[in-house]
């Protein structure tokens, strides 16, 4: 701004509006700019519309500028202004500031609040404001729930399901009070007029909450389960320290060898058992307190069932203030806290059906009153070099959006078939949802159809084209086909790359390096190890693995042994039968011969360029997971063995396609003389260093310096690690997703980029 105009030494008043768009309601914002403006002595007021906050100020210019610089500054832990737009306005010699009810003036929105971790100054409130002593639902203008329970814009009580809660006086005095901190937080309550828990028992159901406390940590050190009504959905409790109990819980979850999630009550608990960097532990105890991958320590106290075969643990810090409350009284300082959920089904949610599914396999539930709107898991996140990597992204992420340099209005996207998550454009605006799962569960489909629905409403999305996987039996695909809008069918591995590319804001050539483990290619073959040339338009197949057939087609994500053998099939012929290598010998004979056959016949054998299925392969070839339990066991083990010394690698030819026969000889003979942590370390290294050398290719050959690495391979910490390390060295710019998973979980966004470009191009 200018220098303040005087007449007469008189400062002159002005008068401007401020439109600030970006993650400014649920988080404090009113409240802040009610604060900042007094502070400067500035008089007008604020409101929430359904496309941004709208503030009018009248005062002296220098206290303008200083309350808008305040305003970029100074914000609420949770806010995020994405831009200030300022005009001048008529002088009106308003005689205060006010904070003015809500407007909804057209389709444009503004950002969602995700739910918020409850902050320090709530759980010091707890043990001290009488009426809110222990009160398991507290909350202010910084934390709480919020996406979770809004159903509508703009964000105000009557349009979250806390709107069956009257206020008493002294919240709704709170509540109105402008100088206080639960001035216009929408779930504001206390333990007089808000949710209350429940607790059904096999032969008594429990209202008092400090009996429900005491019996819920008693249920858990007896080595008991509960089912637990959480922010987003149900989850299961047990103390994580109890092999019984641990043991127990897979059981009842149908969940095998897949890790659990760990809740432990302080950092410093944590580090009692995981090495926690600078970057992982900021994360732990952010507002968003996700789940984090740490690395384990050895002999940890925790139960051998917790992980098992892996040196990494998921782990997170307490989020709700039930969780402080229970361990405060909890003798462990760890518990398991995994979905409510059986098997591939998405998370409960509803009280009654809760009821109905965990009273007889677990030892009690406990419900409250409030209803969840919109479901969400718990986020998983890791951390490689230094950045933050999502692998699921849920609670505390979604609904934020990925801010984009291109229109996608009208655009939706449907994601793929695991990990779906799926995606909706608004503006220069992409809103991913929440993770939804393998949608090869009918009820998993049912919770997609009805949240694609919910963001169409919520982020008022007028559908004029639909961008899907051209996979023609991917549910995602068949979903977007039953929808009367013009579709827009999009390559899996060219999406994976485009997805980082929009987070990053690419529209040039790259070289797109997409490894996972399925993606239907334009030849019919399963694809998922490609080197790509690429910008949002269209790709390249520069080179890619070589072909393998997988006997037996989706058995073998279950059955690695079928990949390692047809891999050997390819190399030895039947020789390797008599090779004595020890998977072999818990294969029977007769269902070797049969997939044997079924290669040679091609029958149920799809040819695979996969790096998911070769690393598959190795997993089983040496023996440490020729099945699998769940979803890339065989991997995961393979990178936790990994012996870090080791520097050497395996021998591959480039010769267009790339061929791993060589590697697969070279680690049937090291069998014979070296330990399998060699054998993956030389594996994984073999890996980097394909990585670089057709980087160098693509690049000497057609001048392109950016690299792109996108696809589920890429979650393996050694080589994404290693490989953009190696990269940056060799001089080349890289670029690797952190807003958005880089598995299938991201893909969506992809596919909305490439929709947009060409529709752009007028290209269908």
């Not at 806390?162 to 709704?172: D, G, L, S, T, V």
């Not at 008594?204 to 009504?229: H, M, P, W, Y």
């Not at 239907?520 to 790709?539: A, H």
């Not at 440490?624 to 890339?632: D, F, G, N, T």
């Amino acid at each position: 701004m200018k220098e303040v105009p005087q007449i007469n030494n008189k400062i002159i008043n002005i008068s401007v509006l401020i439109y600030v768009k970006g993650l400014v309601q649920g988080v404090g914002f009113r409240p802040f700019i009610y604060k900042t403006a007094i502070k400067y002595q500035l008089k007008g007021w604020v409101e929430n519309r359904n496309d941004c906050v709208k503030i009018k100020v009248e005062g002296n210019e220098k206290n303008i500028e200083n309350f808008i610089n305040s305003m970029k500054n100074d914000l609420p832990a949770a806010a995020i202004i994405n831009s200030i737009d300022i005009e001048k306005s008529e002088f009106e010699n308003f005689v205060d500031f006010k904070i003015v009810e809500s407007k909804n003036v057209s389709d444009e929105i503004t950002l969602i609040s995700p739910d918020i971790a409850v902050c320090d100054d709530c759980l010091a409130d707890m043990k001290t404001q009488p009426h809110r002593i222990d009160y398991p639902f507290i909350n202010c203008t910084n934390c709480g729930p919020r996406f979770t329970i809004i159903k509508d814009l703009p964000y105000d009580r009557e349009r979250t399901t806390m709107h069956k809660f009257k206020m008493c006086n002294e919240c709704k005095s709170e509540y109105k009070d402008v100088l206080d901190r639960r001035f216009h937080a929408q779930p504001v309550a206390c333990n007089n007029c808000g949710p209350e828990y429940e607790l059904f028992l096999k032969n008594e159901i429990i209202n008092n909450f400090s009996i429900i406390l005491d019996k819920v940590c008693k249920i858990i050190e007896d080595g008991k389960t509960i089912a637990i009504k959480g922010l987003g959905g149900f989850y299961l409790a047990c103390d994580a320290t109890n092999d019984k109990a641990v043991s127990r819980l897979r059981k009842l979850k149908i969940r095998e060898g897949k890790p659990f999630a760990v809740m432990v009550s302080s950092i410093e608990k944590i580090k009692e058992f995981a090495e926690v960097s600078e970057k992982e532990e900021k994360l732990l105890l952010s507002w968003k307190r996700p789940i984090v991958l740490l690395k384990i320590k050895e002999n940890i106290k925790l139960s051998k069932d917790v992980c098992t075969g892996l040196d990494t643990l998921g782990v997170m810090l307490p989020y709700m203030p039930l969780h402080y409350l229970i361990f405060e009284k909890l003798k462990s300082s760890s518990i398991v806290l995994t979905s409510g959920n059986l098997s591939d089904e998405p998370i409960v949610i509803d009280n009654q059906k809760a009821i109905e599914q965990f009273s007889d396999i677990t030892d009690g539930v406990l419900i409250y009153n409030r209803d969840i709107y919109n479901r969400t898991d718990d986020s998983v996140v890791t951390i490689i070099n230094d950045k933050e990597r999502l692998i699921r992204r849920s609670r505390a992420y979604a609904p934020s959006p990925v801010n984009l340099d291109f229109d996608v209005d009208g655009i939706i996207a449907t994601g793929a078939e695991l990990q779906n998550c799926f995606c909706v454009g608004k503006g220069k605006q992409a809103f991913l949802s929440q993770h939804i799962g393998d949608l090869k569960s009918i009820e998993t489909y049912e919770f997609y159809e009805e949240t694609f629905e919910k963001f169409i409403k919520l982020f008022r999305v007028k559908p004029t084209l639909i961008a899907c996987d051209m996979h023609p039996d991917y549910l995602s695909t068949k979903y977007a086909k039953s929808l009367p809008f013009n579709k827009i069918f999009i390559q899996h591995h060219h999406a994976h790359v485009a997805s980082c590319m929009a987070e990053y804001g690419l529209d040039k050539k790259v070289i797109g390096i997409s490894f996972d483990g399925t993606g239907y290619g334009d030849d019919g073959n399963i694809w998922g190890g490609e080197f790509l040339i690429c910008d949002l338009n269209e790709y390249e197949r520069f080179s890619h693995f070589e072909y393998i057939p997988l006997p037996g087609g989706d058995k073998v994500t279950k059955e690695p042994w079928r990949v390692g053998a047809s891999y050997l099939y390819s190399i030895f012929g039947k020789d390797f039968i008599s090779m004595n290598l020890p998977f072999l010998s818990k294969i029977p004979k007769d269902s070797l011969e049969l997939i044997l056959n079924a290669i040679d016949k091609k029958i149920n054998s799809p040819l695979c360029s996969s790096a998911g299925r070769l690393f598959d392969a190795v997993s089983a070839i040496i023996n440490l997971c020729p099945v699998s339990s769940y979803h890339a066991e065989a991997p995961m083990k393979l990178e936790s063995i990994i012996d870090k010394n080791c520097n050497d690698r395996y021998n591959y030819e480039i010769n267009p396609t790339i061929s791993f026969k060589q590697t697969i000889r070279e680690i049937v003979k090291d069998l014979n003389n070296k330990p399998i942590s060699i054998i993956s370390a030389k594996f994984h290294n073999t890996i980097i260093s394909l990585i670089i050398e057709v980087s160098e290719l693509i690049r000497n050959k057609y001048y392109i310096n950016d690299v792109v690495l996108s696809g589920g391979t890429f979650q393996n910490r050694h080589i994404l690690y290693n490989a953009e390390k190696q990269l940056i060295k060799n001089g080349f710019n890289v670029f690797i997703q952190s807003k958005v998973p880089c598995n299938d979980g991201g893909i969506a966004l992809g596919q909305l980029a490439i929709a947009a470009k060409r529709r752009q191009l007028n290209r269908k």
